[in-house]
């Protein structure tokens, strides 16, 4: 008897557990997912998010970081390789068989969107990412003064990528941005769930 409500407690976190990943499009799938971009951009609230439901202050990702999140069939592995200068250096290091990349941009910090762009251009043209699909998120779109999808667009030279919101045509680079806030918890969803449709 006293058991019974334990089980109902593992039950609801499972359920709920399966529900957010479910959400998000994660769910059963078996995935190598990097989360690239500069550094404060976001990359370790947002996977700080995903794992705990929380938003937390977190001190600049120095050395790459992996997150695996595991529950029954549900296989959610994660790349966090920090976005300074020295640890843009070891981002190849990690492209083997990535499954997809979600790279953040600082919507609010307009003065770095050159060397954003400049470092999305090289992701973009490495020949082991190829045909690995983007999510781009504009993510602080909650803090005054921050760019908008189309100023975004623009300053990281994505005009050559049609937006499809959808799946992408065959034949058309998987690449699609989404503007969000991770403090706010929105916008983020709708790009895992995009992204979720081109991983096994």
Same mark, same amino acid.
């Given at each position: 008897? !006293?058991?019974?409500?334990?089980?109902?407690? +593992?039950? @609801? *976190?499972?359920?709920?557990?399966? &529900?957010?990943?479910?959400? $998000? !499009?994660?769910?059963?799938?078996?995935?190598? +997912?990097? @989360? *690239?971009?500069?550094?404060?951009? &976001?990359?370790?609230?947002? $996977?700080?998010?995903?794992?705990?439901?929380?938003?937390?202050?977190?001190?600049?990702?120095?050395?790459?970081?992996?997150?695996?999140?595991?529950?029954?069939?549900?296989?959610?592995?994660?790349?966090?390789?920090?976005?300074?200068?020295?640890?843009?250096?070891?981002?190849?290091?990690?492209?083997?068989?990535?499954?997809?990349?979600?790279?953040?941009?600082?919507?609010?910090?307009?003065?770095?969107?050159?060397?954003?762009?400049?470092?999305?251009?090289?992701?973009?043209?490495?020949?082991?990412?190829?045909?690995?699909?983007?999510?781009?998120?504009?993510?602080?779109i909650d803090i005054r003064g921050a760019a908008s999808e189309d100023e975004i667009r623009d300053s990281l030279g994505l005009g050559q990528y049609p937006s499809f919101k959808g799946r992408a045509p065959e034949g058309t680079?998987?690449?699609?941005?989404?503007?969000?806030?991770?403090?706010?918890?929105?916008?983020?969803?709708?790009?895992?769930?995009?992204?979720?449709?081109?991983?096994?």
């Amino acid at each position: 008897m !006293g058991s019974f409500p334990i089980i109902l407690v +593992i039950m @609801f *976190l499972f359920n709920w557990f399966k &529900g957010a990943l479910g959400y $998000l !499009g994660l769910y059963q799938k078996n995935a190598k +997912i990097l @989360f *690239l971009g500069l550094d404060n951009a &976001g990359k370790t609230t947002l $996977l700080q998010m995903l794992k705990d439901d929380r938003v937390a202050q977190l001190e600049p990702t120095m050395h790459p970081q992996s997150e695996e999140l595991v529950m029954g069939s549900i296989r959610f592995r994660t790349f966090d390789l920090g976005g300074h200068e020295m640890a843009r250096k070891i981002w190849r290091d990690y492209f083997a068989s990535v499954d997809g990349v979600v790279y953040m941009v600082d919507a609010s910090d307009q003065e770095r969107l050159a060397l954003s762009r400049h470092e999305l251009e090289y992701l973009l043209n490495c020949e082991e990412l190829a045909a690995t699909p983007f999510v781009i998120l504009g993510n602080k779109i909650d803090i005054r003064g921050a760019a908008s999808e189309d100023e975004i667009r623009d300053s990281l030279g994505l005009g050559q990528y049609p937006s499809f919101k959808g799946r992408a045509p065959e034949g058309t680079r998987p690449i699609e941005l989404f503007m969000c806030s991770v403090a706010k918890k929105m916008g983020y969803a709708d790009g895992f769930r995009w992204l979720s449709q081109y991983l096994k």
